[in-house]
């Protein structure tokens, strides 16, 4: 693996070749290499979450969290907002610095202390968010065609991994001709649904609690893209438009959430058949021609999710930093990824949806704090020249141990005291219970406090002697 350079103008060798496996990882993409505009962010953020797993979040938000369809349906686009807002913010980096996002985060915690975030993302995006989607994929094709659970999840997990060796362009192309298919039959689905659905102003009583829980996980799913922000823009050239670079990958983001999880919503109401999968159950009011067809949309769209989750998950481990011996690019390291990631997917599929409640709540608690110091530093070097910036990027011995000290305390304080799920309640929520989940926004509050008085305390953070 090659460290970060400087951004040269020689004849690109990758360009916009689709069919082309991509050689770069977090190093900076050269200026000849860079190509494409804003708009593919659009379809690139949407289709991979016009699929099952946005749908349960609106199911568990009425199944589990008690609440009214009206109710969750406010939650899931608060939540969502939020998080797609942040996420066109961070895209801005790509076009700015030309390398993933992760490797960004170097400016925040240092070349050694980013070894901590971009671990852990590429563990949650190429184990965790890998595995949750291909079980869904999984009985999404087991229901279609009887095939058993663990060969429908071979053949699954084969395709998303094909398309993250390939590369950065044919993951984009992928997607482009991804969404269509995938948001027509997605709203033919929801007008079925909706036509079907129950009482939708009644629910179980869950109150703050359980309006909180849903916003928390509706902003963990739409905010766990973050990390992955500038994987996706860092290929435009310079000049993309500003505005347009925000906009785009947040409308993806946000209305693809939006949709989706109020269908699953309003799925919820619909009496289940008895025993069935849960792919099952979103489809089994839906008649036999359409049923078929959402399920093979669900497919899809855990593909198109899990190859942007196995890509960034290998851009998370290129960004570690670590001298890599040469055969161990970008490509092997994507499929090294979605092995791990098989593996925890067959071991989840004896209890997907208890499993997926549980993981959805963990992932904003870490993003949340993490998100937090790098919103702040992202303020705090703002009218630093990006000539100055880009040089820390490749600097081994640059440090700012204020980002590694917030990022900690906020997990520290914020999931021992405010954690609320089945394997552990916090001293907040075993008290008072009404209080629901609120611990990725105090994540948030705490690192982003936290970190915006260290960094004051300690100084502008200064490259290395070196």
């Not at 050269?30 to 190509?35: F, G, L, N, S």
């Not at 686009?77 to 895209?91: D, E, F, I, Q, W």
């Not at 702040?376 to 700012?400: I, M, Q």
């Amino acid at each position: 693996m090659t460290t970060a350079t400087t951004a040269g103008t020689a004849a690109p060798a990758y360009g916009d070749k689709v069919i082309a496996v991509e050689t770069a990882g977090s190093e900076p993409i050269p200026d000849a290499e860079r190509h494409g505009s804003p708009l593919q962010l659009l379809w690139t953020w949407a289709s991979p979450n016009i699929e099952f797993a946005t749908v349960y979040i609106g199911v568990i938000s009425v199944l589990f969290f008690g609440l009214s369809f009206w109710e969750a349906t406010a939650a899931l686009l608060l939540g969502t907002g939020l998080g797609a807002v942040t996420h066109g913010v961070l895209s801005l980096d790509g076009p700015r610095f030309g390398v993933p996002q992760m490797a960004i985060g170097r400016f925040a915690f240092g070349y050694r202390g980013n070894l901590l975030p971009s671990g852990v993302n590429a563990l949650v995006a190429g184990v965790g968010w890998f595995a949750v989607n291909s079980v869904s994929a999984a009985f999404a094709l087991n229901t279609l065609t009887g095939l058993r659970p663990l060969p429908a999840l071979l053949i699954v997990v084969a395709a998303e991994i094909v398309i993250g060796f390939i590369g950065h362009n044919f993951v984009h192309a992928f997607e482009k001709y991804a969404f269509p298919a995938l948001a027509v039959i997605f709203l033919l689905a929801g007008v079925w649904t909706f036509k079907e659905a129950g009482d939708l102003g009644s629910g179980a009583g869950g109150g703050i609690g359980g309006f909180l829980l849903a916003f928390s996980t509706a902003w963990g799913y739409t905010a766990g893209w973050n990390p992955g922000a500038s994987d996706y823009s860092r290929y435009l050239p310079r000049t993309a438009s500003r505005l347009r670079t925000v906009v785009y990958p947040a409308v993806g983001l946000f209305v693809s959430i939006a949709v989706v999880s109020v269908i699953g919503a309003a799925s919820a109401t619909i009496v289940a058949p008895e025993n069935a999968t849960p792919t099952a159950a979103f489809t089994g009011h839906l008649p036999g021609w359409l049923s078929d067809l959402v399920l093979l949309a669900i497919i899809l769209g855990a593909v198109s999710a899990n190859a942007l989750n196995v890509y960034s998950s290998a851009m998370s481990v290129t960004s570690l930093g670590l001298r890599l011996p040469a055969w161990l690019g970008r490509s092997v390291i994507v499929v090294l990824c979605g092995l791990a990631g098989t593996g925890a997917a067959w071991a989840s599929l004896a209890d997907a949806g208890h499993a997926y409640e549980a993981f959805l709540l963990v992932i904003a608690y870490w993003v949340g704090p993490w998100l937090g110091v790098v919103l702040v530093e992202r303020w705090l070097r703002a009218r630093t020249p990006v000539t100055e910036l880009a040089g820390r990027l490749g600097d081994r011995g640059f440090s700012n141990w204020p980002g590694v000290a917030a990022l900690l305390t906020g997990i520290a304080v914020s999931v021992p005291l405010f954690s609320n799920q089945e394997k552990y309640i916090g001293w907040v929520p075993e008290r008072w219970p009404s209080f629901g989940d609120i611990t990725c926004l105090v994540g948030f509050a705490v690192s982003a406090g936290l970190y915006a008085v260290l960094r004051k305390a300690a100084g502008p953070a200064q490259p290395s002697a070196a």
